[in-house]
């Protein structure tokens, strides 16, 4: 079993910032892959960005430059720490893993958090 809780979502002024965090709980070795997505009103869920266990990169076009992922392995946490937010930047941020080891096996399959919202506006 597999669990990721966010937070750090809230009500932000646009230009502000934001630090959003996940710590996946389990009895979990590694992550291969994990990261942030998120999903505005009447909108797909969309990749916002995502590092691998070895620290690969990829992000939105939409957010480079203003938005930084972090990996901490030893915690299997992930941060996600945005800058010059904009209104377009609402919508609920979900926590994302894939590819998970726990107790020497490797289980390939998708985990999400329950989300949280973010809102920017003045």
């Known amino acids: 079993q597999v669990q990721l809780v966010e937070s750090g979502g809230g009500v932000v002024q646009p230009g502000g910032s934001l630090r959003l965090s996940c710590v996946a709980s389990?009895?979990?070795?590694?992550?291969?892959?994990m990261g942030w997505y998120r999903q505005a009103p009447g909108k797909e869920r969309e990749l916002v960005a995502v590092?691998?266990?070895?620290?690969?990169?990829n992000y939105a076009d939409s957010v480079k430059g203003r938005f930084t992922v972090s990996r901490d392995n030893a915690k299997n946490m992930v941060t996600l720490q945005m800058n010059s937010l904009k209104p377009e930047d609402t919508a609920v941020y979900y926590c994302h893993a894939f590819g998970v080891v726990i107790a020497d096996a490797f289980y390939n399959s998708a985990y999400w958090g329950k989300g949280t919202l973010v809102t920017v506006s003045s």
């Open positions: 389990g009895s979990i070795a590694s992550i291969n892959v």
């Open positions: 590092e691998t266990r070895v620290g690969t990169t």
